[in-house]
């Protein structure tokens, strides 16, 4: 290679990383982000960051971070609302979003767009080079328009081709000597086999801080057959009190690095990955945001994945070192270090050796397991079947296998002992439990549930009482013949079986579970699911409730189901037509949507009436809904799968907080705009569609804000004097129709 064509490289080179560089900052407020580039989000990745002013409000200059030219303005009653697409001189793009105005020219023209189509909502293009801008000119305003909670610009740099990259890192980095802050680790099984500390399903272990940026496993983990690691992690920046997205995670057994994210850049299409990246069952049951160091389908690995490794691990048998880098958009590096010790499961035997005085002496010992029991943990449970305390020893003596215990008599009466062995290499044992001095009485009298826990690869079923059960049970499925499946009993009520493939859930019709004490009492759950590949429906016992899926629905081979759900949440509006039923697996992310269809009853009429599912949040909501008057039956598509019902929602939207009030007088110079609130107590709006507003008898457009429930419409020109007339309609989702009028005078100068 000539040295012009390498003079030429260092050149454009040069001439990039000076791009980058001289990137000016949007605001002249500060540096300040409320979230960052890849935050997960429903269904989505966060493709921008949020800036924010010092004293969070609205109307805040915003100005061009480079030279380049104009291609599109927008704006929406959703969305980004008010926002600037702008083309750089690099190359690269630039959004303006959640805009509260443009520039004036740019006003001027969104404002002649809006009169000639009569719309709020329009979309102008324009030609390269058609409308140009400095770095550092005047581009628009801080706000809040469409979908943003709270004011803020929702900053996003996109390169050539419009995928998002992350600002962070390329041109807009933020002082920062914060380290990344790890919480927790997760073990996901990956197959029928997997065992960790001793249990079929996901354990997270509470990492130990040793420094800062230094944490550690709480303790050695017993592992055995595949399984994945998922890491719950935030950031923070200098001065901010905000949890952020970290920038990169990368994890290594044995000093080899298996799998590594980091959050640079993407493509919009991959946008519904995200709910695979993220541990969709801990997110569910509440227990945060972990990041998956792991994946199920090569298929479906993003742009952040930057190793051609699964991460899946199936380690030989030993110990193996565990480190976990986690890093933001400054490098500031967090590690965590720790230990697997892989091994067959241990069981261990637990019986009394004597009582003396006012002691109990066990003796703990391994069973089938060549290696000694070197300590325990005991648990007290209540003849209920729920935990109490950690019990403590008096006393512990060394045998050749095992550990005789001492404990105080006082202690342990009536109650149930759950012994938990550990080896010399901190192997965990599955749980014993041992009943002192209690009587199996009450499992006649107890409620019994049927839980199903649908894990990555394989199902569990569960069989829950409010009582102590014996050991002696018996779980048996009913396909085309009877299948007694292996079980254990997790806790003193709480009965698991091993792990199901997927396929052998083919076919059943029900479940039996048989106490095989004296007396026996025998218990029938019918349950029927069906296997995404083999069938795209699912009934309910009952036969009012369906559940439709397509190829693309799920991500992987599922069983699906729907159960009725018994203690429900209270529904505090409306009325309750149909029973609620769960929609099944709740845990496992969708590709694309799902179809529910729920019958009415034969007396109810569909007026008024549709399919809700409930929201952790905004309790229960509605879905687009269409009836189906041949089957007398709703439905409606959702992306995830909920608890569902039919309500009646009969109250009309509320229309308050109008201005101009009724009956008042003003000065022309007082009335810029006309602005109001309308809310609904169920069913909603969703569609700015479903309002109407005039002035003087003539339809105007307006914006509405589907988070704030506001309108509000700018007045380009000063009222005359006298009457003026506003008349309102507002439509929610079941058709619930409200009207006001409004009358009010401008006064004569």
């Known amino acids: 290679m000539n040295h012009f064509i390498i003079y030429q490289l260092i050149f454009l080179c040069l001439l990039e990383i000076s791009f980058c560089q001289k990137y000016l900052w949007p605001t002249k407020d500060g540096k300040i982000i409320s979230s960052n580039f890849g935050e997960p989000r429903p269904r989505r990745f966060h493709a921008g960051i949020d800036i924010i002013s010092s004293e969070k409000n609205i109307n805040h200059e915003i100005f061009a971070v480079e030279s380049g030219y104009i291609e599109k303005i927008k704006i929406s009653s959703n969305g980004y609302g008010k926002v600037i697409y702008q083309r750089l001189i690099d190359g690269n793009i630039v959004v303006y979003a959640h805009l509260s105005m443009f520039n004036n020219l740019l006003n001027q023209i969104a404002n002649i767009e809006q009169e000639q189509n009569n719309s709020y909502e329009i979309e102008k293009f324009f030609q390269k080079d058609e409308f140009l801008v400095k770095k550092g000119d005047l581009i628009g305003y801080m706000g809040e328009t469409g979908g943003a909670y709270g004011p803020h610009l929702h900053f996003e740099l996109r390169d050539s081709i419009n995928k998002p990259i992350n600002p962070l890192l390329n041109g807009f980095g933020i002082n920062d000597v914060h ?42 983990i017993h592992v055995f057959n595949k399984f994945g690691i998922s890491l719950k992690s935030i950031d923070k920046i200098n001065g901010f009190s905000w949890k952020y997205n970290i920038t990169g995670i990368s994890l290594s057994v044995d000093n080899v690095e298996l799998f590594k ?83 067959p499961p241990i069981l261990t035997n637990v019986e009394i050796l004597e009582k003396k005085d006012n002691s109990v002496f066990f003796q703990i010992t391994p069973k089938g397991n060549p290696f000694p029991i070197k300590d325990f943990v005991c648990y007290v449970f209540n003849k209920k079947g729920f935990p109490e305390k950690k019990l403590e020893k008096i006393s512990l003596k060394k045998i050749n296998k095992g550990l005789i215990i001492e404990f105080n008599e006082k202690d342990i009466h009536g109650k149930i002992l759950q012994f938990i062995g550990i080896n010399k290499f901190g192997a965990i044992s599955e749980p014993y439990n041992f009943p002192y001095n209690l009587k199996y009485d009450d499992y006649l009298r107890s409620n019994f549930e049927l839980n199903i826990s649908h894990l990555e690869k394989t199902v569990i079923f569960e069989i829950s009482s409010n009582s102590f059960l014996p050991h002696e049970t018996e779980i048996k499925v009913k396909k085309n013949h009877i299948t007694r499946l292996p079980h254990k009993q997790l806790r003193p009520g709480v009965f698991h079986t091993s792990p199901l493939k997927i396929s052998e859930l083919n076919n059943i019709k029900s479940l039996t579970f048989n106490i095989l004490s004296t007396p026996n009492r025998e218990l029938i759950f019918t349950f029927q699911p069906s296997i995404s590949t083999i069938s795209k429906t699912n009934i309910s016992n009952d036969k009012n409730c369906i559940l439709n899926i397509n190829e693309n629905t799920f991500y992987d081979t599922t ?114 705009e006309i602005k109001l609130e309308i809310t609904d107590e169920l069913s909603g709006i969703y569609d700015k569609n479903q309002l109407d507003i005039s002035l003087n008898s003539k339809n105007i457009y307006f914006d509405y804000h589907p988070i704030k429930k506001t309108i509000k419409h700018d007045l380009r020109n000063e009222l005359n004097p006298g009457k003026h007339e506003i008349i309102i309609s507002a439509k929610d989702n079941v058709g619930n129709i409200s009207t006001k009028k409004i009358n009010f005078s401008i006064k004569s100068l």
């Open 261 to 343: 994210i980091e959050y640079d850049k993407y493509d919009f299409k991959n946008n519904h990955l995200e709910e695979i990246t993220i541990d969709n069952t801990l997110r569910r049951l509440n227990d945060g945001d972990f990041h998956k160091l792991f994946l199920i389908d090569k298929n479906l690995k993003t742009n952040f994945i930057k190793n051609d490794s699964d991460g899946i691990l199936n380690l030989t048998e030993g110990y193996h070192n565990v480190l976990i880098k986690v890093f933001d958009h400054k490098n500031n590096l967090s590690t965590i270090k720790g230990t697997f010790y892989v091994a």
């Open 559 to 672: 069983a699906f189901w729907i159960s009725k759900v018994i203690n429900n949440s209270t529904i505090k509006n409306g009325r309750q037509i149909s029973d609620i039923y769960q929609l099944n697996p709740f845990n496992i992310p969708l590709k694309d949507s799902a179809s529910v269809k729920i019958k009415l009853k034969d007396f109810e009429s569909n007026n008024k009436k549709g399919i809700y599912y409930f929201d952790k949040k905004e309790g229960w909501t509605y879905l687009n809904s269409k009836y189906n008057h041949e089957q007398k039956m709703f439905q409606a598509s959702l992306f995830s799968l909920e608890s569902v019902v039919i309500l009646e929602d009969t109250i009309k939207p509320n229309i308050k907080e109008i201005f101009p009030g009724n009956n008042g007088i003003y000065k022309s110079s007082d009335v810029k």
């Open 179 to 220: 380290k990344p802050i790890p919480y927790e680790i997760a073990l996901t099984p990956l197959n029928k086999n997997t065992i960790i500390n001793g249990h079929n399903l996901t354990q997270i272990f509470n990492l130990k801080r040793q420094n800062i940026g230094t944490y550690e496993f709480p303790d050695t």
